[in-house]
């Protein structure tokens, strides 16, 4: 599989066709790389980051090489297509380094399920308390009783999802800093 | 757009992996463009892992799941995410049920309570507060039994979801395993023909040879259908074969009636006799009855002709000249 590194004016040429507001062109550039990231998660590949980061760093390329892309978005899903029938051709081929590196040591498994858990009971308390009933309550209940809380709230059941979600990926985001808060202090200490 | 974002039956099949091609690409185009739809996307999925976790999926619908999301690391990762939240979000939710012990001073109705009950004479006081006491140790240890028969619950079900996980890994590496064992056999065995092939194709010219030279018996069917000197039989006799067996498919009324049968060959032209055969039995082939007689392939040479008929007579009961049962025309020719 062909490499590509992405120069800081490729990069900046991505993101202005993102969006012109630079602003507004990084948040842009995330949705398009989450979004790319849960495309290849779903097709089943074990490296989704690093063959999301392979598509843009084509379109990227292509992008700096002047080509003409009416449409960016549908652009970068046909070049991902591409990137991800290239991986199952070859999958070994350029990658090995990188799953090395990616792979976690069976030794931490019970260390990092133990640190994510105690992450995730602190999290939960740092949501407000609004937010945390709904988190709680949601876990608790089945289909019929979702039903009813989102009647309850005023809400549809599409609606009530979409706000549990967010949510959660809040809580998600906050129990990644402190898992990784705590390897670092960890290592730290290691280190001393 | 709007009817693939409100459609969440095609989206959870989407996620199981039970679309088309086609259509998981209109899917997968929608939500590039398309935020809320993406994000509907991914609140649908994480439902769906919770719902596999607390185990509400239906055993079709749980077979899909596991054949898709524990077969990455990723996905397992979160699932195990997930039960950590559902085993927290249970505790705290337990947690809340609990009374509260703290008695206060300051106006609580439960302190005002007690203050009465403190006025009453002091044995009857002291026997209820012991009661009081007593009914809370009891129900804050019925509590934390509850909490732990739960804790226990959920620690098997994490177990069987780890070996469900371990099973899948397995089942998945060994059905790899079989896959690759499988390509590499028909590889083997491609090569296997493909040398076959080609030692046939030297060996066929021989082959043939052998088999005419043992060959010595040709077979010509003889039907209704060639009944007509118009429209005869034909055979081209090669040389080395030494007979030429005529079956004659009888019909099923004359088949059952018992009797032998001569059978009278001639040539067409002056109806000279060149063969005869008496007590022709009939036999019973898999469909139908039939008669076959072998004649020298010499007879047939030595008239110089080709066009021959075969007479079927058949012993007439109580009249001097027998019954003639069939007449077939054939042709014999010689390579």
Redesign the interface.
Known sequence: MRTWDLSQEAFFQLLERLDVNPTLAGAEYE??RS?LI??F??K???I?NELCDETINRVAQKIGEGCEIPDL??F??GVARLVLLEYWNDPKKDWDPLDEQLAVPVIDREDF?EQ??EC??KC?QSLSSED?DL??????L??NGKLEMAATLGLTM?AL??R???I?AR??EC?EKCIRARKEVASRSRAL | MEQISHNEQVIIRYLLNELSEEEQARIEEAYLGDDSLFDQIRALEEELLEDYVKGDLSGLARRQFERQYLASERSRERIRATRDLIQICSFESNARKVPNHNLKRSGSPLGARLRLIAKQPLALGLGMAAALLLIFGLGSAVELLRLQMRLATVSEERAVFEQRANEAEHQLAGERERLNAERAEIASLRERLRRDNNQSGQLEPERVRTRTSENQTALLALTQGMRSFSRPARIAISAGTRFLDLQVNLEEQEAAKPRSYRAVVKTVEGEREIWIREGVKPRRSKSFPLVVVRVPVDSFKATGKQDFMLTLYAPATGEKNDDEVDILYFQVTFK
């Open positions: 949705k398009l979004k849960f495309f998660d779903r089943g590949c074990p989704p978005l549908k970068s899903l399920e994510r858990f995730m009971k939960l945390r988190i709680v309550k949601n876990c608790s089945d289909k599409n999802r979409l549990v979600f967010r959660r809580l998600r129990c």
